[in-house]
């Protein structure tokens, strides 16, 4: 007798069920000394969730009040896949959620 009950493989299930995380920082003066340094803490975090279930994307929300972001600092974020959103920015922000 042929079995009507096929349990699909847990391994699928488990990577369909993939956890997304954000994590966010706030730099009050977001230059490309402290823009760069976020790619060390972001790889240092995302290096401590080491289970295939997890994916985590790393945000900098960068004070533009003052001052506009350094183009510079823009760039780096960008090569390093890293959102760098302005404050001013809050629909942007809002889509976090």
Do not use: C, R
């Not at 080491?50 to 533009?64: A, L, M, R």
């Not at 972001?69 to 404050?87: N, V």
Request: proline residues 6%; hydrophobic residues 35%; aromatic residues 10%.
């Amino acid at each position: 007798m042929a079995n009507l009950w096929q349990v699909p493989s847990l391994d699928k299930f488990y990577t369909s069920l993939k956890t997304k995380y954000t994590l966010i920082k706030f730099l009050n003066n977001p230059n490309f000394t402290d823009v760069i340094a976020q790619q060390y803490i972001s790889n240092d975090l995302k290096s401590g969730m080491k289970t295939p279930e997890t994916s985590v994307k790393y945000v900098i929300i960068g004070n533009d009040h003052k001052k506009p972001i350094p183009e510079k600092s823009i760039i780096a974020s960008e090569d390093m896949g890293i959102d760098l959103i302005p404050w001013s920015d809050k629909y942007k922000i809002l889509s976090l959620k």
